[in-house]
């Protein structure tokens, strides 16, 4: 039977791949994990282990005592935070992920996903239309340790047959999950202040594309390369996953349509140059081919869902 573990559980994507993960397969197959001692409300429909997925002796037995068969790892430290935190960014970001590798190295469990991002990609990469296989010299400590993990994790595929998936996420937007500290959270941060009717300060210039994504699509996406017949899965590494592109100056046009008087203003920080480092947009063409990726949602959709659900007094969950 499939026992399936989400470390990083309360983290902005982990709650939601929780939800759907247990929709699925069943509350009781899926154990939310997290280094917190609390357990948000969401999460509290199946089975909870406050595990340090860098405790490597504890990890362990938590993975025994459900008999976990499959782990998603999401813990990690973001760009615009591990910036300010390099060190333990690199260590949280790298350790965890070789500690799950190796229980899959070693056959205590059989599938491993682990997210990769758009900040493996630097200056100096095509920014549009960015291919799979490209010029990659990330600037950022998040960007390095997420280049560093794909290689891995195509070491650890070709030297030790384990099954690990990758996906690269573009920037994720949701209202059931406050933002944790990246510089695509402008994206989330600005439906805030539409519905509070404040003006909203941004920290990115009004024409800085880049590549996103409505969190339904990255939980959809992400379930269905871990679904997919593992001869499908040809890219070891992490594979490109591309979703809406658009700039400040767009999404806040989009919301003005339903929200005629919101103001915005743009005050960009340190975050507009790990920006200007990344892709306006994205080539998922081998997602696609190789286990029928296809997105659903475009700008307006996404305004539309956002403006519905997001509460003035935070996240709604």
């Given at each position: 039977?499939?026992?399936?573990?989400?470390?990083?559980?309360?983290?902005?994507?982990?709650?939601?791949?929780?939800?759907?993960?247990?929709?699925?397969?069943?509350?009781?197959?899926?154990?939310?994990?997290?280094?917190?001692?609390?357990?948000?409300?969401?999460?509290?429909?199946?089975?909870?282990?406050?595990?340090?997925?860098?405790?490597?002796?504890?990890?362990?037995?938590?993975?025994?005592?459900?008999?976990?068969?499959?782990?998603?790892?999401?813990?990690?430290?973001?760009?615009?935070?591990?910036?300010?935190?390099?060190?333990?960014?690199?260590?949280?970001?790298?350790?965890?992920?070789?500690?799950?590798?190796?229980?899959?190295?070693?056959?205590?469990?059989?599938?491993?996903?682990?997210?990769?991002?758009?900040?493996?990609?630097?200056?100096?990469?095509?920014?549009?239309?960015?291919?799979?296989?490209?010029?990659?010299?990330?600037?950022?400590?998040?960007?390095?340790?997420?280049?560093?993990?794909?290689?891995?994790?195509?070491?650890?595929?070709?030297?030790?047959?384990?099954?690990?998936?990758?996906?690269?996420?573009?920037?994720?937007?949701?209202?059931?999950?406050?933002?944790?500290?990246?510089?695509?959270?402008?994206?989330?941060?600005?439906?805030?202040?539409?519905?509070?009717?404040?003006?909203?300060?941004?920290?990115?210039?009004?024409?800085?594309?880049?590549?996103?994504?409505?969190?339904?699509?990255?939980?959809?996406?992400?379930?269905?390369?871990?679904?997919?017949?593992?001869?499908?899965?040809?890219?070891?590494?992490?594979?490109?996953?591309?979703?809406?592109?658009?700039?400040?100056?767009?999404?806040?046009?989009?919301?003005?349509?339903?929200?005629?008087?919101?103001?915005?203003?743009?005050?960009?920080?340190?975050?507009?140059?790990?920006?200007?480092?990344?892709?306006?947009?994205?080539?998922?063409?081998?997602?696609?081919?190789?286990?029928?990726?296809?997105?659903?949602?475009?700008l307006e959709k996404l305004c539309k869902i956002m403006l519905e659900n997001v509460l003035d007094t935070g996240i709604n969950v």
């Amino acid at each position: 039977m499939k026992k399936i573990m989400v470390i990083g559980a309360s983290g902005q994507i982990g709650t939601e791949l929780v939800v759907a993960l247990r929709e699925q397969f069943g509350h009781e197959n899926v154990v939310a994990s997290d280094v917190k001692d609390t357990v948000k409300e969401a999460l509290k429909g199946g089975p909870y282990e406050q595990v340090d997925v860098m405790d490597n002796e504890a990890l362990k037995a938590a993975v025994n005592k459900h008999a976990i068969t499959e782990i998603y790892l999401l813990a990690a430290l973001l760009s615009g935070t591990a910036e300010k935190h390099p060190e333990f960014a690199w260590k949280l970001n790298m350790e965890g992920l070789f500690n799950v590798l190796n229980l899959a190295k070693d056959k205590v469990i059989k599938k491993v996903f682990w997210p990769s991002s758009i900040a493996v990609f630097g200056p100096n990469t095509p920014k549009n239309n960015t291919p799979q296989y490209t010029i990659m010299e990330p600037s950022t400590v998040y960007g390095i340790s997420k280049l560093a993990g794909e290689r891995w994790c195509e070491y650890y595929a070709k030297q030790y047959d384990v099954d690990v998936r990758s996906i690269r996420y573009p920037g994720l937007i949701s209202y059931t999950s406050l933002p944790g500290g990246g510089t695509t959270d402008y994206a989330v941060d600005i439906f805030y202040s539409a519905k509070r009717n404040e003006k909203y300060s941004c920290f990115l210039t009004e024409k800085t594309a880049l590549p996103m994504m409505y969190m339904e699509d990255a939980i959809r996406a992400t379930i269905s390369l871990m679904e997919a017949p593992r001869d499908t899965i040809k890219i070891k590494s992490s594979y490109n996953l591309g979703g809406i592109s658009f700039t400040p100056e767009e999404i806040y046009a989009e919301i003005k349509k339903s929200k005629p008087d919101f103001e915005i203003e743009y005050t960009p920080d340190f975050r507009q140059k790990i920006a200007d480092s990344w892709p306006s947009s994205i080539d998922d063409t081998d997602a696609q081919n190789d286990w029928g990726w296809k997105g659903k949602y475009n700008l307006e959709k996404l305004c539309k869902i956002m403006l519905e659900n997001v509460l003035d007094t935070g996240i709604n969950v």
